[in-house]
C-alpha cells in the first residue's frame, strides 16, 4: 500500500483535501476513500463544443430534469448546436441490459461513482476531460472526476426537524440527538436499505460517539446499536426521496434524516422546518457515459458544458444541491449559498461517504459478499426481528 493510501486509510474527505486536491491532476487512491488508481488528462485548452446531431440524456424526471432542461440542455443545444433528448430515470440495471445486449439506448446518464464501480468499469466509457477549460478542470476536485464519472453536484443525507415542535436551540445537533428519544421525544423516519442503496453505517456509527475521521472501516456492532436504540422511534424505514419530507408535512414524524435538497424545498415554501448540517453524509452524482454509446463525442462535449461554473451555478438555483465545480461559488449569492452543502462552512461540518469500502468484501468470511451486500442482507433479517 502507498504512503498516501496508508495516511487516508478509515478517512472521508475534509474540505480542505477536496480543495487541496482540486488543483492537482493525479486521481489519488483513497482521497474519497476510494481506491481510484488512474491518472485524468491533464488540463489544456478547451477543444471546441460545436458540433451536429444530437445526444441521450438520461436523467431523474420531475422538478430536477425541469431545471436541468432550462440550465444546461437548452443553452447546451443553443451554444453547440447539438440537440439534447432527455429521458428518465437511470437505472444501472438498464445500462447493463444495454449495454450487454449492445443496444444502448442512452448516450449518458446522471448517475454516481458508486453506481458506476458497482456495475462494474467495463459498462463505462472513459471520459474525454479535453473538452474541459482549464478553470473549470481545476475547479473540480481530482477526486471527484475519475475516468468514467464526472461529478455534477453533492447531496447530503441531513437531520431535519419540525421547527414548531424544537424551538430555537432545543434541536438535535448530531445523530446522538437523534436517537435520544428521552432529549427529544418524538417519531423519527430514517433510510432503509433504498434509501441510498446501503446501511447508513456513517451515521449510526456518529450517533454512538465515533468520530468523523474514524468511520472506515465501520464499527459494526455500534452500527446495529444505533439501528436498536433507533428502531422502536422510527416509523418508516424510507426509500425513496420523497417520502421523508412527505412525512414532516403530514405531521406523521418530527425528526427525519432526509434529502437537503428536498428539505430545503420545504422551508423555502415557509415551511415550519430546518435542516442541521452537522454530521451531515455527503455523497455525489454526476455523469456516466454508457460503454457503446451512439453519440460519444456529444456525451463529452455535454458533460463539458454541464460541468461549467456558472451552469452548475444556474442549477443550484433552482434545485439547492452543492455544486461539484467549486468555482461556481463566484456566481452564487450569499442567500442561495446559505442553503448549499458544498459553501466551505457548511462543508466542514460534513463526511463524504467512502463508497470504496462498500464495494469490498471483508464482512464476508467468504470473501464473495460485497460488504453493502453483507449488510443489507443483515439488515433485512434485523428489520424483522
Excluded at 478509515?10 to 492537482?24: A, H, I, N, Q
Excluded at 438520461?58 to 422538478?63: F, L, N, Q
Excluded at 462494474?120 to 474541459?132: C, N
Aim: charge should be positive; aromatic fraction near 12%; proline fraction near 5%.
Amino acid at each position: 500500500m502507498k504512503k498516501r493510501e496508508k495516511d487516508k486509510k478509515g478517512k472521508g474527505l475534509s474540505r480542505r483535501d477536496f480543495l487541496k486536491e482540486g488543483g492537482k491532476l493525479a486521481v489519488a487512491a483513497s482521497a474519497l476513500g476510494t481506491g481510484m488508481l488512474f491518472k485524468v488528462p491533464p488540463a489544456r485548452a478547451a477543444k471546441s463544443l460545436q458540433g451536429t446531431g444530437e445526444v441521450v440524456v438520461c436523467g431523474w424526471g420531475g422538478a430536477f430534469q425541469d431545471a436541468m432542461k432550462e440550465t444546461m440542455f437548452e443553452p447546451f443545444t443553443k451554444e453547440t448546436g447539438i440537440k439534447v433528448i432527455d429521458t428518465s430515470t437511470p437505472d444501472s440495471a438498464q445500462v447493463k441490459a444495454q449495454v450487454d445486449s449492445k443496444n444502448v439506448e442512452w448516450d449518458l446518464a446522471n448517475l454516481s461513482y458508486q453506481d458506476g464501480i458497482i456495475l462494474g468499469e467495463s459498462y463505462w466509457e472513459k471520459l474525454d476531460y479535453s473538452y474541459f477549460d482549464d478553470a473549470d478542470l481545476k475547479g473540480i476536485s481530482a477526486v471527484a472526476r475519475t475516468p468514467i464519472s464526472c461529478a455534477g453536484y453533492f447531496f447530503s443525507y441531513i437531520i431535519a426537524y419540525n421547527e414548531k415542535k424544537y424551538a430555537g436551540e432545543n434541536h438535535p445537533k448530531s445523530w446522538a440527538d437523534f436517537v435520544d428519544s428521552q432529549k427529544f421525544p418524538g417519531k423519527r423516519t430514517f433510510p432503509g436499505i433504498g434509501g441510498g442503496g446501503h446501511v447508513h453505517c456513517e451515521e449510526a456509527q456518529m450517533g454512538m460517539g465515533v468520530a468523523k475521521d474514524k468511520l472506515y472501516p465501520p464499527d459494526t456492532k455500534k452500527v446495529w446499536a444505533f439501528y436498536d436504540k433507533l428502531k422502536p422511534h422510527c416509523i418508516k424505514w424510507w426509500s425513496m426521496g420523497a417520502e421523508a419530507p412527505q412525512l414532516l408535512v403530514d405531521g406523521e414524524v418530527d425528526i427525519a434524516s432526509a434529502y437537503s435538497g428536498r428539505i430545503q424545498q420545504l422551508i423555502d415554501k415557509d415551511l415550519p422546518f430546518k435542516i442541521e448540517w452537522n454530521q451531515g453524509v455527503m455523497s455525489e452524482n454526476g455523469w456516466l457515459v454508457l460503454k457503446g454509446a451512439k453519440n460519444l463525442t456529444n456525451a463529452m462535449k455535454f458533460i463539458a458544458f454541464a460541468s461549467r461554473a456558472e451552469i452548475q451555478a444556474a442549477l443550484a438555483a433552482k434545485i439547492p444541491y452543492g455544486p461539484s465545480n467549486l468555482r461556481a461559488f463566484e456566481f452564487i449569492k450569499p442567500d442561495l449559498r446559505a442553503k448549499l452543502n458544498t459553501a466551505p462552512e457548511i462543508f466542514d461540518k460534513q463526511v463524504v461517504i467512502n463508497w470504496d469500502w462498500y464495494i469490498k468484501k471483508t464482512l464476508d468470511p467468504a470473501g464473495k459478499i460485497e460488504n453493502r451486500e453483507y449488510l443489507a442482507n443483515e439488515f433485512q433479517s434485523w428489520v424483522l426481528k
